[in-house]
């Protein structure tokens, strides 16, 4: 045997003897990696948020879950009491006599119940059934009456949804694509429009990636007026869905327009008078289907961008460009239907009105309009008069961004906000402060530490706050609107879900590819790390532009399957990358016009840092992983840089935004454009034509049935990949649609199984099956 012979032998003994120092997994430790889904960890946190339940006089109740079941609370904010609902004991008795079954004082049948306006009796729903209970005597009946504590804004009549007009006598919704009312009280059905049409109804919900049954509108305060629109999309392309089934397959067909477009969506505003019906077109041209917040122009739950005034005489309204870059700010007679344009701001990028919901608002009352602007590259607001369209003045202003218009006092002269990174530290930490109209009077009002979420009273008299951060258990209190401390409410324990193994995710800060901004995540590590191992680094990303990897900055027990995966021997990261929200305009801006970049430089030289921080990392075995944006970027990551991922798991990604809705490249893209070469500004982003480069072990997954991102995006990538006589792996799922519903578990595990196989190079169990249940405490005696 010659000397270069025995050399190949010896490298291929060592190789193996390497590769047999890795152990396989064991059901045993999937086991383990399960008990970190969030099906287990949630049912150990005890005292959670508090979700209120509004009743009037600003009174509330809520539901606070504890390790023996259930405790409702009632709250007086007026008298400060905090004390229980009723006697869960005597209740649980009263109800097991009547109902037959027995049940226990912390297991009541029931979620969530409504009282009498004189408080005492309560209404609620169990086995199909309504009930009452008088809580002096503590006897239970059948009862017919509607139960819920607050008017619902939506509700359901035949499969259709309907819309309650302010008052409640009415409901709106949509019938042969015409727009009917119906009173509540005698039944009757009006039909208020006659031309309504296939593609051209009225108050139709369609942007393509989304869509509804219900009707998408706007009551005027007096209950006497709708403004909504006829939605032409007559000449919009048509999108196809095919079932898996035996048998001829089901055809779904949709209007579903596409960067580029000749034709998309538009709109045609009208306003509708309701007792004598009438419909008033409103005076100016089409719009494109979109709103400041999105191209879903009831992202925010109801009709995005318009606003009644007081008396309904008038009705504000945003225009927005089909590139997002241009908005007009209008004001229509709801009489006649004229128009009269008050003020526009264009940006060169693409403009949003907040985050979640949308910072405008027109005052009718002295004529004013607060507007959220990015125009000094932060988040804020400004006062705008109504009447000449100038602007009065700017009302805050600092290197920090509002989020979120919460409450606007007229009368004072008052605006409640949310916003983020005005405070020290991690600048996605929300906090509520308070100013007045010319800018003066800043206040913080919720000077904790950490997230906070708040819930206002409908009086606007008190806010419930919950604090937290994602290492620290929420607290939550009530205040007064000035944000003095009236009660503590709940102060979560979290002793048992400790007690069962749980640690706390990892903040981590470090530097963006441009080596200055700073940059934040989380890192989840092993339980039981050993910090003389090695560990491979996963990447769980989701690049936005509109959100990003982390989500929420709040307390969470699971963070997906973040920790579970972390517990099979890995170190998980999730990265909030440039170009994403919440901070400032340069910031979010920093990838326009080039998303295919998906913040990857900065994903790279993070998971390089963090490698140099903790030696336990192993960095020559990087993973990625991601859904929908996140499936886009990590095929993206493992084309561009092939030599960094090492593997990768990509899950039903906009491989090719130009086979992707109209709207979002447009917005963060930019109109598709052709360039001087033939191709379009769109070509050099599509995933599909870096297929070539992959080195490492790739997985694709789609739902063959996705009406948001259809399947063809990942097919497109399948068929480069053939075409370059590149091996991959494929999950589909035929019948599902964009998050895999009953299999998401079953991809949860084909992922594990992935990593655990490629990335740590160990063999993995024979098909461990995970099972989600539901917290016992839910579930009645």
Same mark, same amino acid.
């Given at each position: 045997?010659?000397?270069?012979?025995?050399?190949?032998?010896?490298?291929?003994?060592?190789?193996?003897?390497?590769?047999?120092?890795?152990?396989?997994?064991?059901?045993?430790?999937?086991?383990?990696?399960?008990?970190?889904?969030?099906?287990?960890?949630?049912?150990?946190?005890?005292?959670?948020?508090?979700?209120?339940?509004?009743?009037?006089?600003?009174?509330?109740?809520?539901?606070?879950?504890?390790?023996?079941?259930?405790?409702?609370?009632?709250?007086?904010?007026?008298?400060?009491?905090?004390?229980?609902?009723?006697?869960?004991?005597?209740?649980?008795?009263?109800?097991?006599?009547?109902?037959?079954?027995?049940?226990?004082?912390?297991?009541?049948?029931?979620?969530?119940?409504?009282?009498?306006?004189?408080?005492?009796?309560?209404?609620?729903?169990?086995?199909?059934?309504?009930?009452?209970?008088?809580?002096?005597?503590?006897?239970?009946?059948?009862?017919?009456?509607?139960?819920?504590?607050?008017?619902?804004?939506?509700?359901?009549?035949?499969?259709?949804?309907?819309?309650?007009?302010?008052?409640?006598?009415?409901?709106?919704?949509?019938?042969?694509?015409?727009?009917?009312?119906?009173?509540?009280?005698?039944?009757?059905?009006?039909?208020?429009?006659?031309?309504?049409?296939?593609?051209?109804?009225?108050?139709?919900?369609?942007?393509?990636?989304?869509?509804?049954?219900?009707?998408?509108?706007?009551?005027?305060?007096?209950?006497?007026?709708?403004?909504?629109?006829?939605?032409?999309?007559?000449?919009?392309?048509?999108?196809?869905?095919?079932?898996?089934?035996?048998?001829?397959?089901?055809?779904?067909?949709?209007?579903?327009?596409?960067?580029?477009?000749?034709?998309?969506?538009?709109?045609?505003?009208?306003?509708?008078?309701?007792?004598?019906?009438?419909?008033?077109?409103?005076?100016?041209?089409?719009?494109?289907?979109?709103?400041?917040?999105?191209?879903?122009?009831?992202?925010?739950?109801?009709?995005?961008?318009?606003?009644?005034?007081?008396?309904?005489?008038?009705?504000?309204?945003?225009?927005?460009?089909?590139?997002?870059?241009?908005?007009?700010?209008?004001?229509?007679?709801?009489?006649?239907?004229?128009?009269?344009?008050?003020?526009?701001?264009?940006?060169?990028?693409?403009?949003?009105?907040?985050?979640?919901?949308?910072?405008?608002?027109?005052?009718?009352?002295?004529?004013?309009?607060?507007?959220?602007?990015?125009?000094?590259?932060?988040?804020?607001?400004?006062?705008?008069?109504?009447?000449?369209?100038?602007?009065?003045?700017?009302?805050?202003?600092?290197?920090?961004?509002?989020?979120?218009?919460?409450?606007?006092?007229?009368?004072?002269?008052?605006?409640?906000?949310?916003?983020?990174?005005?405070?020290?530290?991690?600048?996605?930490?929300?906090?509520?402060?308070?100013?007045?109209?010319?800018?003066?009077?800043?206040?913080?009002?919720?000077?904790?530490?950490?997230?906070?979420?708040?819930?206002?009273?409908?009086?606007?008299?008190?806010?419930?706050?919950?604090?937290?951060?994602?290492?620290?258990?929420?607290?939550?209190?009530?205040?007064?609107?000035?944000?003095?401390?009236?009660?503590?409410?709940?102060?979560?324990?979290?002793?048992?879900?400790?007690?069962?193994?749980?640690?706390?995710?990892?903040?981590?800060?470090?530097?963006?590819?441009?080596?200055?901004?700073?940059?934040?995540?989380?890192?989840?590590?092993?339980?039981?790390?050993?910090?003389?191992? &090695? %560990?491979?680094? @996963?990447?769980?990303?989701?690049? =936005?532009?509109? !959100?990003? /990897?982390? +989500?929420?900055?709040?307390? *969470? $027990?699971?963070?997906?399957?973040?920790?579970?995966?972390?517990?099979?021997?890995?170190?998980?990261?999730?990265?909030?990358?440039?170009?994403?929200?919440?901070?400032?305009?340069?910031?979010?801006?920093?990838?326009?016009?080039?998303?295919?970049?998906?913040?990857?430089?900065?994903?790279?030289?993070?998971?390089?840092?963090?490698?140099? &921080? %903790?030696?336990? @990392?192993?960095?020559?075995?990087? =993973?990625?992983? !991601?859904? /929908?944006? +996140?499936?886009?970027?990590? *095929? $993206?990551?493992?084309?561009?840089?092939?030599?960094?991922?090492?593997?990768?798991?990509?899950?039903?990604?906009?491989?090719?935004?130009?086979?992707?809705?109209?709207?979002?490249?447009?917005?963060?893209?930019?109109?598709?454009?052709?360039?001087?070469?033939?191709?379009?500004?769109?070509?050099?982003?599509?995933?599909?034509?870096?297929? &070539?480069?992959?080195?490492?072990?790739?997985?694709?997954?789609?739902?063959?049935?996705?009406?948001?991102?259809?399947?063809?995006?990942?097919?497109?990538?399948?068929?480069?990949?053939?075409?370059?006589?590149?091996?991959?792996?494929?999950?589909?799922?035929?019948?599902?649609?964009?998050?895999?519903?009953?299999?998401?578990?079953?991809?949860?595990?084909?992922?594990?199984?992935?990593?655990?196989?490629?990335?740590?190079?160990?063999?993995?169990?024979?098909?461990?099956?995970? &099972?989600?249940?539901?917290?016992?405490?839910?579930?009645?005696?």
């Amino acid at each position: 045997m010659n000397k270069y012979l025995l050399s190949i032998t010896s490298v291929a003994l060592a190789l193996t003897a390497n590769a047999q120092q890795v152990p396989g997994l064991t059901d045993k430790d999937y086991a383990r990696a399960e008990s970190f889904m969030s099906y287990n960890t949630a049912p150990l946190v005890d005292h959670g948020p508090v979700t209120p339940n509004w009743l009037p006089g600003d009174k509330f109740w809520y539901r606070v879950l504890t390790p023996q079941g259930s405790e409702f609370i009632l709250v007086d904010p007026a008298k400060k009491t905090r004390k229980p609902a009723f006697d869960q004991q005597r209740l649980a008795a009263a109800i097991s006599i009547a109902t037959g079954k027995t049940y226990e004082g912390s297991k009541l049948p029931f979620l969530t119940f409504s009282f009498s306006e004189d408080g005492k009796t309560i209404s609620f729903a169990a086995d199909g059934k309504s009930w009452k209970c008088d809580l002096q005597t503590y006897q239970c009946s059948p009862d017919n009456a509607m139960v819920g504590s607050t008017k619902a804004h939506r509700s359901r009549r035949g499969g259709d949804e309907e819309v309650a007009s302010p008052d409640g006598s009415l409901v709106a919704y949509i019938k042969d694509y015409n727009l009917w009312v119906r009173n509540i009280k005698t039944g009757t059905q009006t039909q208020l429009t006659t031309d309504g049409a296939k593609d051209f109804g009225y108050a139709t919900d369609n942007a393509g990636w989304k869509a509804s049954d219900g009707p998408i509108l706007r009551w005027s305060p007096d209950s006497k007026k709708i403004a909504t629109f006829k939605q032409d999309q007559r000449n919009v392309g048509d999108m196809y869905l095919v079932t898996t089934n035996v048998g001829h397959p089901n055809l779904k067909a949709w209007k579903y327009a596409l960067p580029g477009d000749k034709e998309v969506a538009m709109i045609h505003r009208v306003i509708i008078n309701v007792d004598e019906p009438k419909v008033i077109n409103i005076q100016v041209a089409p719009d494109p289907h979109r709103a400041t917040l999105s191209d879903d122009i009831a992202s925010s739950g109801t009709f995005d961008d318009v606003d009644w005034n007081t008396d309904a005489s008038k009705l504000a309204f945003v225009s927005t460009s089909r590139d997002h870059k241009q908005e007009k700010f209008r004001i229509a007679d709801a009489a006649t239907g004229t128009v009269r344009e008050v003020f526009e701001e264009t940006v060169p990028t693409q403009y949003e009105s907040g985050q979640g919901t949308i910072n405008w608002k027109y005052l009718t009352k002295t004529n004013e309009v607060i507007w959220f602007s990015e125009r000094d590259n932060w988040g804020h607001l400004y006062l705008y008069d109504a009447n000449t369209g100038k602007l009065k003045n700017q009302i805050t202003k600092g290197n920090w961004a509002v989020t979120e218009l919460v409450n606007v006092d007229e009368k004072n002269r008052q605006i409640y906000f949310k916003a983020d990174g005005r405070e020290p530290g991690n600048p996605y930490f929300t906090h509520l402060y308070k100013v007045g109209f010319d800018g003066k009077g800043l206040t913080l009002l919720t000077p904790e530490t950490g997230n906070h979420q708040i819930s206002l009273s409908p009086d606007n008299n008190y806010f419930i706050d919950s604090y937290s951060s994602a290492d620290v258990a929420p607290v939550t209190v009530l205040r007064s609107l000035n944000g003095k401390l009236i009660s503590n409410l709940e102060k979560t324990d979290i002793s048992r879900l400790v007690a069962a193994g749980w640690k706390a995710p990892v903040p981590i800060s470090v530097k963006a590819h441009d080596g200055q901004t700073d940059i934040y995540g989380l890192m989840y590590v092993p339980t039981q790390l050993n910090p003389n191992k &090695k %560990y491979p680094i @996963i990447n769980n990303i989701y690049p =936005g532009p509109q !959100g990003g /990897s982390v +989500g929420s900055w709040s307390f *969470a $027990a699971s963070h997906g399957d973040c920790q579970a995966l972390a517990e099979l021997g890995f170190v998980v990261v999730q990265i909030e990358g440039t170009s994403n929200p919440l901070r400032s305009k340069s910031y979010h801006d920093m990838n326009y016009g080039h998303m295919s970049e998906n913040t990857l430089p900065d994903q790279v030289g993070a998971m390089q840092q963090l490698a140099q &921080k %903790y030696s336990y @990392i192993d960095i020559n075995r990087a =993973g990625i992983w !991601g859904h /929908s944006g +996140g499936g886009f970027a990590t *095929a $993206a990551a493992m084309f561009r840089f092939p030599d960094f991922f090492k593997v990768g798991i990509s899950e039903s990604g906009n491989h090719d935004n130009r086979n992707y809705e109209d709207d979002w490249g447009e917005r963060y893209i930019g109109l598709l454009t052709q360039q001087p070469d033939g191709t379009s500004n769109y070509e050099a982003q599509a995933n599909q034509n870096f297929a &070539k480069n992959l080195k490492g072990k790739l997985m694709l997954a789609h739902g063959l049935m996705d009406d948001n991102v259809p399947p063809t995006n990942t097919m497109l990538v399948i068929e480069a990949l053939e075409k370059a006589n590149k091996n991959y792996d494929l999950v589909v799922f035929p019948n599902s649609a964009h998050g895999y519903g009953q299999y998401s578990l079953y991809m949860t595990r084909r992922r594990w199984d992935y990593f655990v196989k490629n990335l740590m190079g160990a063999d993995a169990p024979q098909e461990y099956l995970l &099972k989600a249940k539901t917290d016992p405490r839910n579930s009645a005696m």
